[in-house]
């Protein structure tokens, strides 16, 4: 098992670009996460799923959208890239609500 | 008052010491309480999760008082690599607008020393 993974691991993106962050878990999770953290801070959460086609909003989830067509892929995508969303970016699955999270090895994005 | 609240040191001990950790949470409904461990550059890992008798795992202890609102770390005898940042993670109960919604602190960074 490759549990999660996330791809790219580190980006530099100029203000007004777009990209998507892809994620991909192979525990046949249902729930899956997107969380944001800057410098000494705590994990802020973006949007999670709680299965394929359902997703919502987390804590921080302005300037951000994702999509969930399958129980195994959870790509979150930047629209008009700003220098407040420079962060590590981790992707996390969990088999239900309060069980453990795996978490992927994070995207280190940079936009200037 | 935040939601999750941790001492973010860091705490320099050194090797054999004893330390410990608190954390404190505002919503007296939170359902489940867990430690993650992350280390620098790397993404965070569940240490152990936190019972309400209070729970054991070698050299680490987890303690919760709900009266209070907090959650404890113990970590006796620290080695070298229980160098880290220890993560307080809450989470609420299900439904209302809070499902889904997982609050981690921001992390207490530990340095154990020679």
């Known amino acids: 098992n490759a549990g999660v993974t996330q791809t790219p691991k580190f980006r530099i993106l100029k203000i007004g670009q777009s990209m998507t962050l892809q994620c991909t878990q192979d525990?046949?999770?249902?729930?899956m996460y997107w969380y944001r953290q800057d410098p000494g801070m705590g994990l802020k959460l973006i949007y999670y799923?709680?299965?394929?086609?359902?997703?919502d909003k987390g804590e921080v989830p302005n300037g951000y959208n994702v999509s969930r067509s399958t129980t195994e892929d959870f790509p979150l995508r930047l629209e008009l890239a700003a220098p407040s969303q420079t962060s590590v970016y981790f992707c996390?699955?969990?088999?239900?609500?309060?069980?453990?999270?795996?978490f992927g090895p994070g995207t280190r994005l940079t936009v200037l | 008052r935040k939601e999750v609240e941790q001492d973010p040191g860091p705490f320099n001990v050194p090797e054999g010491a004893t330390v410990a950790f608190n954390c404190t949470y505002s919503?007296?409904?939170?359902?489940?309480f867990f430690w993650y461990r992350q280390d620098c550059r790397k993404e965070p890992k569940l240490l152990m999760s936190?019972?309400?008798s209070g729970n054991e795992d070698g050299r680490f202890t987890a303690q919760l008082n709900r009266a209070s609102q907090y959650i404890s770390l113990l970590i006796r005898d620290s080695k070298l690599s229980d160098s880290a940042t220890y993560l307080c993670?809450?989470?609420?109960?299900?439904?209302?607008?809070?499902?889904?919604?997982?609050?981690f602190g921001q992390g207490t960074i530990l340095t154990v020393h020679p």
């Open positions: 993670v809450v989470t609420p109960r299900g439904g209302g607008t809070s499902y889904g919604k997982l609050t």
């Open positions: 525990m046949n999770h249902n729930y």
């Open positions: 996390a699955s969990s088999y239900f609500l309060e069980a453990e999270q795996f």
């Open positions: 919503n007296s409904a939170s359902q489940s």
């Open positions: 936190v019972y309400s």
């Open positions: 799923s709680v299965g394929a086609g359902i997703t």
